[in-house]
T-cell receptor, first 113, second 115 residues
């Protein structure tokens, strides 16, 4: 079985400050980890993924995520938040042998000017 | 570069009516997924097709739901008869790889309201 937990329903940050959106996972095999962003009335947009290799993964729009195997975490980060980053963020996991993505419940990010 | 195209974007209909949602995946993608998104349950996988063949339909809530993929460029999700609890946003997604690390690409969804 595989699952994802996003412990925060909402994260608030001031523009220009660093942001972190948390994600922990549980999977039986090697994890394939993804972050997606959803803007109002739009579908999910892929931001970045971890399959193997460097623990720090860089993605779209200046976002990055750090894979931590011992803590089974894959937190999303950005050094300097923009108001336009305000959206719903989803972490997802699947094991290497499967096809189904398990999504977290989502974290609403609000960046204030 | 066209993404996943879903139609209609919005659908409002009365309980008991048949509803058909449509999806055109990205050209060259061999995997197609239908999801449902609600506030209460989040994102749920309904059905997964690979090379136009349904592989896993365990997420389809009940017999009122059916999905087809007659060719590589078109899929439908049908609800008959529809009920108010079917109200949700339905997403279609496609990818090039069913078991590897390729991301799924999502359409903008169909917002379905059953009155």
């Amino acid at each position: 079985a595989q699952s994802v937990a996003q412990p925060e329903d909402q994260v608030n940050v001031a523009e220009g400050n660093p942001l972190t959106v948390k994600c922990t996972y549980s999977v039986s095999g090697n994890p394939y980890l993804f972050w997606y962003v959803q803007y109002p009335n739009r579908g999910l947009q892929f931001l970045l993924k971890y399959i193997t290799g460097d623990n720090l993964v860089k993605g779209s729009y200046g976002f990055e995520a750090e894979f931590n195997k011992s803590q089974t975490s894959f937190h999303l980060k950005k050094p300097s938040a923009l108001v336009s980053d305000s959206a719903l963020y989803f972490c997802a996991v699947r094991d290497g042998s499967g096809y189904a993505l398990n999504f977290g419940k989502g974290t609403s990010l609000l960046v204030t000017p | 570069d066209a993404g996943v195209i879903q139609s209609p974007r919005h659908e409002v209909t009365e309980m008991g009516q048949e509803v058909t949602l449509r999806c055109k995946p990205i050209s060259g993608h061999n995997s197609l997924f239908w999801y449902r998104q609600t506030m209460m349950r989040g994102l749920e996988l309904l059905i997964y097709f690979n090379n136009n063949v349904p592989i896993d339909d365990s997420g389809m809530p009940e017999d009122r739901f059916s999905a087809k993929m007659p060719n590589a460029s078109f899929s439908t999700l049908k609800i008959q008869p529809s009920e108010p609890r079917d109200s949700a946003v339905y997403f279609c997604a496609s990818s090039t790889d069913d078991r590897g690390g390729q991301p799924q690409h999502f359409g903008d969804g169909t917002r379905l309201s059953i009155l």
